[in-house]
């Protein structure tokens, strides 16, 4: 009997899911066939809400790889309750660094390592990241990392830092306010 009990019990441990430190949504947005005078943001979806490391490799095997994106679409991971829009509270001061890639490959391998490096908990300011876009251009595809305090220097600095090390990049890479991007002054504010 006692046995028995063991058993069930391994089992349930075993299947028992990995919680992960908070909720994240994927979402999706395809700019390539905008409506005539649709504005901006018309085919952004949410599209789930996971909390469990077997629902992150799921999801991101099966639906979320850049290489499955068309041209001029959009993949995000966000932390949940908080919207891939300049116009969420949370991202309203905040602003993006930027990484490039020329080579799809190059693209697929900086998603991942991102993903895992946000759910992993990977960032001494966590909470100062908002989610990452992954962007699929005729020009250039990139990896964009929103945070909320755009003015808080020290914060984003530390961000870029980390995060090209996560990447393995050495180029130098930029962050923008989103409030510049507004008035499409694409300047870099801080770089590292
Ligand atoms: P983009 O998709 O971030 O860059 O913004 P893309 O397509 O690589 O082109 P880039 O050369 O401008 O970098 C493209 C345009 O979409 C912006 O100039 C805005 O007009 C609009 N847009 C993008 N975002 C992220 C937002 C947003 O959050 N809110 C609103 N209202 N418009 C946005």
Redesign the pocket.
Known sequence: MAANDGGAGEVAAATEAHRLDKKWTFWFDN?SKPKQGAA??NNLRNVYTFDTVEEFWCLYDQVFKPSKLPGNADFHMFKAGIEP???DPECANGGKWTVTSSRKAGLETMWSETLMALIGEQFDDADEICGVVA?V?QRQDKLSLWTKNAANEAAQMSIGRKWKEILDVTDKITYNFHDD?KT?LSKGRYSV
């Open positions: 700019q901006w943001g829009k300049w116009e962007s251009r991007s499409r």
